[in-house]
């Protein structure tokens, strides 16, 4: 195994706490067990993909998900609560990423957009504390595509083999790995601090 000299992080749900799903959830009758059933699905869905490549409006975005997923909820009450979804981050998180930037450079990959984004708690931080960003809505590509990860590659300027990737998406770290970076599923702090002791990090 290649000695890992970057560390790539996805945000939310590894760095960010997300909320919301659960009343999403709700509004789809409890058609998903599991909140990570549910972000799966999400993430799957071509509207989503479209607003998180940065490729339509926010306005399309919100009534197509509507009509996609059947939600009884009108294109307020979706962006009110949609919005909401990063929480901030998790406990402990900025002192550990401050301390692995101390050894190793950093990055976030997030499949994110303009709702989102500019406007979270801690965004101040989130725009300071990393390397380099590689966010999909900038970047016009989202995980798991493979296109997204060999930019990112690029970017960085290392063997894929050299980066370690954490996202919380079992769709997305199969996607890194695929693309020869050594990924790693985590689900917040606790599993986040695990491997990244596990590479001596």
């Known amino acids: 195994m290649s000695e890992i000299k970057y560390v790539v992080f996805d945000v939310g749900g590894v760095l960010v706490e997300l909320v919301g799903a659960n009343k999403f959830i709700e509004w789809t009758k409890n058609q998903y067990k ?45 962006t009110e609560e949609f919005q909401s979804w990063p929480n901030g981050l998790l406990d402990g998180i900025a002192d ?5 930037k101390t050894k190793l450079p950093i990055a976030c990959l997030s499949n994110t957009n303009e ?21 999909s809505y900038q970047m016009g590509m989202v995980k798991p595509d493979q296109e997204i990860y060999a930019a990112m590659i690029e970017q960085i300027g290392l063997p894929a083999s050299q980066i370690l990737f954490l996202d919380d998406n079992k769709i997305n770290v199969e996607g890194a790995a695929k693309a020869g970076l050594v990924a790693r599923q985590v689900r917040g702090y606790q599993e986040v601090k695990m491997i990244l002791g596990q590479f001596n990090i």
């Not at 999400?42 to 509507?66: L, M, N, Y």
């Not at 550990?96 to 692995?100: A, G, P, R, W």
């Not at 989102?116 to 725009?127: E, I, R, T, V, Y």
């Open 115 to 135: 709702l989102h984004w500019p406007n979270q708690k801690d965004a101040d931080f989130l725009n300071t504390i990393f390397d380099q960003m590689f966010l």
């Open 96 to 100: 550990l990423l401050k301390q692995v």
């Open 34 to 78: 599991h909140e990570y059933e549910f972000y799966e699905a999400w993430i799957r869905s071509p509207a989503v993909r479209q607003f998180e490549r940065g490729h339509c409006t926010k306005e399309f975005f919100v009534d197509t998900v509507i009509e996609e997923m059947q939600l009884p909820v009108s294109a307020v009450q979706f």
